[in-house]
């Protein structure tokens, strides 16, 4: 069984940086697409970022490219996500997803993603 273990949320000032990470376990995941998606009080869950796990090939939302970088370490089955520049309105629940896929384009939307973790809260104060 597959599980997803999100860790590092937390009170940050805006303009600090943050360090998210996503304990996998439970599968081989060589092939697979892990993202990172967001979710706001009252918004709908929303991209921020995959990484095609075997070839690290990564794709950004458009709120946090050049501020956000995704990374994943093969040994420790984990997945990053480095955040910088925060901002106020990135004030969210932050899940991390995975789904097993060796397709040369990065899943985006939710509906794509088989597993999900429990989320870990990220708020930025102005």
């Known amino acids: 069984q597959v599980q997803l273990v999100e860790s590092g949320g937390g009170l940050v000032q805006a303009g600090g940086p943050l360090r998210l990470s996503c304990a996998a376990s439970g599968g081989t995941f060589s092939n697979s697409h892990m993202g990172w998606f967001r979710q706001a009080p009252g918004k709908e869950r929303e991209f921020v970022t995959a990484?095609?796990?075997?070839?690290?090939?990564?794709y950004y939302g458009n709120s946090v490219k050049g501020r956000f970088t995704i990374s994943r370490d093969n040994a420790k089955n984990t997945v990053y996500l480095q955040m910088n520049s925060l901002k106020p309105e990135d004030t969210a629940v932050y899940y991390c997803?995975?789904?097993?896929?060796?397709?040369?384009?990065?899943?985006?939307?939710?509906?794509?993603?088989?597993?999900w973790g429990q989320g870990t809260q990220v708020t930025v104060s102005s």
């Open positions: 990484i095609n796990w075997s070839v690290g090939r990564t």
């Open positions: 997803a995975a789904k097993y896929s060796a397709s040369y384009l990065l899943s985006t939307h939710t509906n794509e993603y088989d597993y």
